[in-house]
């Protein structure tokens, strides 16, 4: 149907929290996808196509027009700097961004800082006039300050229960996450109509939630 949405999702725990919201804003997506491994299905009753992506992926099929709209954190916004349109705070999967490490860190001539979002890193401490060497890594962050790679680390914290099983301590708050809605640039003119209804049921089922 020409004017399907096609709706890009980031796997795992924010697909959960995002399929109950537009569950709740009456459309219609069977339960049965939150587990299924599938990386396309269709729901012609709501209008819309979803494809399931890496969270990081997200905006990269937004931004090529290959997804109409897509759920994404804040994190990966910020981080990937892709060209699209921010349309809505969904509230959802919330967590902040935290500099961490061992409660007896002291400040060296050559600090490193060890993260999965370089860019992020290196912006936070650059507009505070902390020159770092920031090193990249792709999973188990905690272990960098464990074994003397990074003096501190840049991550995501949800209860923060990781941390303190590994006897880091969060030093200071970066900035809250949650997830949120975007566009394609070229959809939103051209299928604004959709997406602007989209929004506006969202935004009312948002607006019960935080009433209730």
Not at 94 to 105: A, E, F, N, Q, Y
Not at 143 to 155: E, F, H, K, N, S
Not at 156 to 165: Q, Y
Not at 192 to 206: F, K, M, P, W
Request: glycine share 6%; with cysteine.
């Amino acid at each position: 149907m020409r004017d399907t949405l096609m709706v890009a999702m980031p796997k795992g725990r924010i697909y959960k929290q995002a399929s109950k919201l537009f569950r709740d804003a009456g459309f219609p997506i069977p339960d049965d996808f939150d587990d299924s491994r599938r990386l396309i299905f269709d729901v012609p009753e709501a209008g819309m196509s979803f494809i399931m992506a890496k969270p990081v992926d997200v905006p990269t099929y937004v931004e090529y027009g290959v997804a109409d709209i897509g759920v994404v954190g804040k994190d990966v916004l910020m981080e990937e700097n892709k060209d699209v349109y921010e349309l809505l705070d969904l509230g959802i999967a919330k967590c902040r961004m935290s500099v961490i490490g061992l409660p007896d860190w002291k400040p060296v001539v050559h600090p490193r800082v060890a993260t999965k979002y370089p860019n992020v890193a290196a912006q936070y401490f650059r507009e505070r006039g902390q020159q770092v060497e920031v090193i990249k890594l792709n999973g188990s962050i905690e272990l960098a300050p464990l074994v003397g790679l990074a003096d501190r680390i840049v991550d995501m914290v949800e209860t923060g229960a990781t941390l303190r099983e590994n006897g880091l301590v969060e030093m200071e708050v970066m900035f809250d996450v949650t997830s949120r809605l975007i566009a394609n640039r070229v959809s939103y003119r051209m299928k604004n109509e959709a997406i602007q209804a989209l929004c506006d049921r969202l935004q009312q089922t948002l607006q019960r939630r935080a009433s209730s």
